[in-house]
């Protein structure tokens, strides 16, 4: 099974910029073919989908960071990236990459990311 591993959150000042970096552990057969995902959640909230990438490059955002936040991917470090701009108290949650392909569905432990008004 693919692990993954988070790391970047931090406390930042609101209009700031954090960059998430997602490690992937597995062969470059699964790296390159498995779509990657950001997800949040913030106390008592559900968690949702913040930006995913497919294995094609194709990325897709929810509306809140839509022109904000960029997802991108390098195949050969077996990382995925969140890159997080303008930063808004509401950006508060710890943020969760998710990796799928075929029967994997992997999941990391997540990192905190504190945005101070």
């Known amino acids: 099974q693919v692990q993954l591993m988070e790391f970047g959150g931090d406390l930042v000042q609101a209009g700031g910029s954090l960059r998430l970096s997602c490690a992937a552990s597995g062969t470059i057969f699964e790296i390159i073919n498995m779509a990657w995902g950001w997800h949040r959640q913030a106390p008592g909230k559900q968690r949702e989908l913040v930006?995913?990438?497919?294995?094609?490059?194709?990325?897709n955002y929810a509306d809140s960071v839509k022109g904000r936040f960029t997802i991108s991917r390098d195949n050969l470090k077996n990382t995925v990236y969140l890159q997080m701009n303008s930063l808004k108290p509401e950006d508060t949650a710890v943020y969760y990459c998710?990796?799928?392909?075929?029967?994997?569905?992997?999941w990391g432990q997540g990192t905190q990311v504190i945005v101070s008004s």
């Open positions: 998710n990796a799928q392909w075929g029967s994997i569905d992997s």
């Open positions: 930006a995913a990438i497919t294995s094609g490059g194709s990325t």
